[in-house]
Nanobody
């Protein structure tokens, strides 16, 4: 069983930065690839970024490429999402997710555990 707890969301003006984090329980964190997804009001949940088990490989949605950076600290069982140059269209609930494989996944069905989400609101 894996529990994921996100924190670090909030309200920021356009152009600002936030760094949500996701703390994982359990001893298998370093064997799991991790991902971030987001869901805006009235829209489906969409892929944002993913990182492999060691952190040496990352992948981003085109909409956030060059602005967001995913990273992980296996010693702390934590994954981060550094979000820079935020835009109003980035407003959403951000979820982290975990999959019991080493490699990256980009679909919701690739992941087997989910956090409860953290709200990110970007004002114009």
């Amino acid at each position: 069983q894996v529990q994921l707890v996100e924190s670090g969301g909030g309200l920021v003006q356009a152009g600002g930065s936030l760094r949500p984090s996701c703390a994982a329980s359990g001893r298998t964190f370093s064997s799991r690839a991790m991902g971030w997804f987001r869901q805006a009001p009235g829209k489906e949940r969409e892929f944002v970024a993913a990182i492999n088990w060691r952190g040496g490989s990352t992948y981003y949605a085109d909409s956030v490429k060059g602005r967001f950076t995913i990273s992980r600290d296996n010693a702390k069982n934590t994954v981060y999402l550094q979000m820079n140059s935020l835009r109003p269209e980035d407003t959403a609930v951000y979820y982290c997710a975990s999959r019991l494989t080493l490699g990256i996944g980009t679909k919701m069905s690739d992941y087997d555990y989910w956090g409860q989400g953290t709200q990110v609101t970007v004002s114009s």
